[in-house]
Nanobody, 116 residues
Framework: EVQLVESGGGLVQPGGSLRLSCAASGFAFTIYAMDWVRQAPGKGLEWVSTITRGGTSTTYADSVKGRFTISRDNAKNMLYLQMNNLKLEDTAVYYC?????????RGQGTQVTVSS
């Protein structure tokens, strides 16, 4: 059974930083590209970032490029999202998922709230 457990969210002021973590189990984590996706209040699911299975290539949505960094530790079955210079519009529930994330099962998510 695929299990994805996200953590690390919270309340942060604009310009602040957070690091999200995702603990994966129940599948062969190392052979899958992984995504972070998010859902803002009242909006649909939005793709944020993808990392290849070896971690050598990453892609980002234009809205987060230059501010967010996706990474993974295959030895620990962990996925991360470092979020810097957070903006009000980054407020959302963040999920990790196997690529393609918008179509794949997700965990319970972690809430990120950016507010002054």
């Amino acid at each position: 059974e695929v299990q994805l457990v996200e953590s690390g969210g919270g309340l942060v002021q604009p310009g602040g930083s957070l690091r999200l973590s995702c603990a994966a189990s129940g599948f062969a984590f190392t052979i899958y590209a992984m995504d972070w996706v998010r859902q803002a209040p009242g909006k649909g699911l939005e793709w944020v970032s993808t990392i290849t299975r070896g971690g050598t290539s990453t892609t980002y949505a234009d809205s987060v490029k230059g501010r967010f960094t996706i990474s993974r530790d295959n030895a620990k079955n962990m996925l991360y999202l470092q979020m810097n210079n957070l903006k009000l519009e980054d407020t959302a529930v963040y999920y990790c998922a196997k690529y393609p994330g918008v179509y794949s099962p997700r965990g319970q998510g972690t809430q990120v709230t950016v507010s002054s």
